[in-house]
């Protein structure tokens, strides 16, 4: 007779058991992310919360916390929630105002847009621009890397290859977050 709360018992799906396998594999996966799905995929094999511990060297607490969220939230209840702070004070619709003057319209009276121009013209922060042309890596300086394009879809493009969305309330590295 086992001693002790009773645990869930972990069934895994063919595509929740593939998905947790690759985790585990992925060099670019986050770690902490990998370390809960080589969690799971123990408790699943039918290791106690205590071997499990053991074999990850972590303790029995992290065990059990990430055996109870995946049995609530299944996989999603694996990933990192929206942490606190201060939300995004800049919102799409700035950011799309600034890569569009960026990208697709000349300054008046000069060969370039400078962050001080752009932000007057945008109605924003110097830093709001510079944080804006960072995340985005523009550099409109440099003429040779940057033309100006008439491709309507380039700023949804940019705002998807580089994550930033008004969903990322835990904006991930790269996005751009208040002015």
């Known amino acids: 007779m086992r001693l002790g709360r009773p645990t869930s018992a972990l069934c895994l799906t063919k ?4 998905a947790l396998q690759a985790w585990t594999r992925q060099p670019k996966c986050p ?9 799971i995929l123990l408790c699943a094999a039918g290791r106690s919360n205590t071997e499990t511990a053991a074999e990850l060297r972590i303790t029995i607490q992290t065990v059990g916390k990430w055996r109870q969220r995946f ?25 799309d105002r600034v890569l569009g003057l960026t990208l697709e319209s000349p300054p008046t009276r000069a060969a370039h847009w400078s962050t001080r121009s752009l932000a007057e013209a945008a109605g924003l922060s110097r830093s709001s621009v510079h944080r804006i042309w960072r995340a985005f890596s523009l550099q409109p300086h440099r003429t040779e890397a940057l033309r100006l394009l008439r491709d309507s879809l ?26």
């Open 15 to 18: 595509g929740e058991r593939e």
């Open 71 to 95: 049995v609530e939230k299944r996989l999603d209840g694996l990933l990192d929630e929206p942490r606190s702070g201060t939300p995004r004070r800049l919102s799409d619709a700035d950011v």
């Open 154 to 179: 380039l700023i949804d493009k940019l705002l998807t290859n580089k994550g930033a969305s008004p969903s990322d309330e835990g904006a991930p590295e790269g996005s751009v977050q208040g002015a």
């Open 31 to 39: 770690q902490a992310l990998a370390l809960r799905a080589r969690v």
